[in-house]
């Protein structure tokens, strides 16, 4: 089973920057796309972006395009998003999110957006920006 962890969640001020990091165990991280999603109280669980399972590929919100930044080290089987110019309506809990995917999709960075595959979801990491 799959397990995800993120961390680097904070409070900051609005124009300030954070790197979320989401660590993986329990397989190898090579077979998955990963994702960021968010939530606020109240509202659905929105995606924010997705890498492909080879790297290659990135899919990003349109409001946090030229603002965050997706990447991913197999190596340390670790996934990071990086927030620059961070707004209060960035406010949200962070959830990183696993879809194992076939060889023939590697390159998708839209399968973490796929409802019909099976996700890995880790706890989520509060993210807090004040105006």
């Known amino acids: 089973q799959l397990q995800l962890v993120e961390s680097g969640g904070d409070l900051v001020q609005s124009g300030g920057s954070l790197r979320l990091s989401c660590v993986v165990s329990?397989?190898?991280?090579?077979?998955?796309?990963v994702g960021w999603f968010r939530q606020v109280p109240g509202k659905d669980r929105e995606g924010v972006s997705c890498i492909s399972r080879d790297g290659g590929g990135t899919n990003y919100k349109g409001s946090v395009k030229g603002r965050f930044t997706i990447s991913r080290d197999n190596a340390k089987n670790t996934v990071y998003l990086q927030m620059n110019n961070l707004k209060p309506e960035d406010t949200a809990v962070y959830y990183c999110e696993a879809v194992r995917v076939h060889a023939s999709l590697a390159h998708s960075g839209y399968m973490c957006f796929d409802n019909s595959a099976q996700k890995f979801w880790g706890q989520g990491t509060q993210v807090t920006v004040s105006s």
């Open positions: 329990g397989d190898t991280l090579d077979y998955y796309a």
